[in-house]
């Protein structure tokens, strides 16, 4: 009777810890079929290309030059095969494939990887890419779910080419669940694992511990800050390595301000994002607050006032159908939200998923546009509200 009376408390206090995260797993709401908080529904359109779709995470890439800001874009046709987070893991083949979007008006266009090995897969997530300025290429970031383990993928990248050119792969046993990149110089980075238990464990731990690990919020995964040796043909490439961001539960995307000092990780089993101060001399990191957010959070990103924009899914169980769903008729929730300096929640885009689908990332540029990637989303990957 003891070892029952202790499992029903601590399974009370789970759920009364975690009731906010659960009710939106368990509970659909009603939302719009568009709301966007910048204009009009005409004012936002999905973006339209050949293999354009399943488009995970994007960023926004600085040309100091020209003050000019493009939109960098993860995409992976392929997601319904091969997802290393949700599953299922049948046929890695499919490559994925980066693209780049001009401006709120231009069509997406594709990215040739030059020089990447004719071996290796290609099923990008996170991605992150260093301001251009002078005559050198932007340092380019991927984080690479291929079918053996994960890595990260670096590539060197100019305004004026078409093509991004593989420098090398860097693999570390930290590489657990790698997802969300976020750059502290062109060669240092923020790095969250989403997970501990992964999909990648044998039969049946892989399709048990992974949800056992969400489901309980367990605060399993990290962030950490990784430094690199500029000089791509060194042997040790990953000159450190510290957990910055250590008993994270689902540490999904990170993000740096861009004064700096402030660094936001979310938390998607928890729907939260966590707020830290950033010693910019050792990069380590510092709760300041968790903020509640009425989704759960996948991918975030601050503009250049210094809000934080954050996508997410209002109701999982809808991801998980659309996931499995072989017709591409199911649709899932969108919702974006900003924070601002006082961690005041705005709604700036939400859909009931028929305009758009599976929010994951949300990126608003200097001149207010807002660009939303869809996890699921097709015919194209991201959505753009003038």
């Not at 010693?279 to 009425?294: F, G, I, R, S, W």
């Not at 939200?337 to 939400?350: A, G, P």
Request: hydrophobic share 40%; charged share 15%.
């Amino acid at each position: 009777m003891k070892v029952l009376s202790v499992g029903v408390l601590c399974l009370s206090v789970v759920l009364w810890r975690n009731k906010h995260p659960l009710r939106q797993m368990l509970f659909k709401r009603e939302l719009p079929l568009v709301h966007y908080s910048g204009g009009a529904a005409s004012d936002c359109a999905v973006k339209i290309a050949p293999e354009f779709t399943f488009c995970e995470d994007a960023t926004l890439w600085e040309l100091r030059n020209t003050s000019e800001q493009r939109v960098l874009v993860s995409c992976d046709p392929g997601r319904k095969a091969w997802n290393t987070v949700l599953s299922p893991m049948v046929n890695p083949d499919p490559h994925g494939s980066l693209w780049v979007i001009d401006n709120v008006a231009a069509t997406p266009r594709r990215l040739q990887l030059d020089n990447f090995p004719s071996q290796h897969d290609f099923h990008p997530l996170g991605v992150a890419i260093s301001p251009f300025h002078g005559d050198a290429p932007s340092n380019l970031f991927v984080v690479n779910h291929a079918r053996k383990r994960s890595f990260i993928e670096q590539f060197t990248l100019s305004p004026g080419s078409s093509s991004a050119t593989y420098i090398r792969t860097l693999t570390s046993p930290y590489f657990i669940a790698p997802n969300s990149i976020s750059l502290t110089s062109p060669n240092s980075f923020y790095l969250s694992n989403d997970h501990l238990l992964t999909r990648r464990l044998p039969f049946p731990l892989g399709n048990i511990l992974p949800l056992i690990e969400t489901v309980l919020t367990l605060p399993l995964a990290w962030v950490s800050h990784i430094t690199l040796d500029p000089d791509p043909l060194a042997l040790k490439p990953i000159v450190s390595h510290a957990f910055a961001a250590p008993f994270v539960p689902y540490a999904n995307g990170v993000a740096i301000s861009p004064s700096g000092n402030k660094v936001a990780i979310a938390s998607t089993s928890r729907s939260l994002v966590y707020i830290y101060a950033r010693n910019e001399k050792t990069n380590a990191l510092t709760q300041t607050a968790a903020v509640p957010v009425p989704f759960h959070p996948d991918n975030l990103e601050f503009d250049h006032s210094g809000e934080l924009v954050v996508a997410g899914h209002p109701h999982f169980g809808s991801v998980l159908q659309v996931k499995s769903d072989p017709t591409a008729e199911a649709v899932a929730p969108s919702w974006v939200v900003s924070i601002d300096q006082n961690n005041k929640v705005t709604t700036l885009f939400q859909s009931n998923g028929t305009v758009f689908s599976t929010s994951t990332t949300g990126l608003r540029d200097h001149d207010g546009h807002l660009f939303i990637s869809g996890l699921y989303s097709q015919p194209g990957g991201v959505l753009a509200c003038k």
